[in-house]
Nanobody
Framework: QVQLVESGGGLVQAGGSLRLSCQAS????????MAWFRQAPGKEREFVAV????????YYASSVKGRFTIARDNTRNTVTLQMNSLKPEDTADYYC???????????????????WGQGTQVTVSS
């Protein structure tokens, strides 16, 4: 079992940047697909970004493409999400998630992920 702990959330003005981190512990996650999701108040959890186990493949939601970057360091058991040019609509709780295996085309579905962190809050003021 892998445990995930997110950090790095906070309050930032529109146009600013934040870097979220997800620290994994327990069994190694180096072969797992890792992703970030977010959930705003009153809304469903939505896909943000995903990265393959070897970092060769990354996908982003259209709403964040060009502004967010997902990365991982398997030697340090970390996954990060660099968020630039933040907008008020990026305000949400951000969750790190991992999947043992995932079929292409389903990476955006929360139900395909096997383990989750507790989330970190991001608030972007206008």
């Amino acid at each position: 079992q892998v445990q995930l702990v997110e950090s790095g959330g906070g309050l930032v003005q529109a146009g600013g940047s934040l870097r979220l981190s997800c620290q994994a512990s327990g069994r190694t996650f180096s072969r797992d697909v890792m992703a970030w999701f977010r959930q705003a108040p009153g809304k469903e959890r939505e896909f943000v970004a995903v990265i393959s186990w070897d970092s060769s493949t990354r996908y982003y939601a259209s709403s964040v493409k060009g502004r967010f970057t997902i990365a991982r360091d398997n030697t340090r058991n970390t996954v990060t999400l660099q968020m630039n040019s933040l907008k008020p609509e990026d305000t949400a709780d951000y969750y790190c998630a991992g999947a043992y295996t995932i079929n292409s085309g389903t990476y955006y579905l929360p139900s395909k992920y096997n383990y989750w962190g507790q989330g970190t809050q991001v608030t972007v003021s206008s």
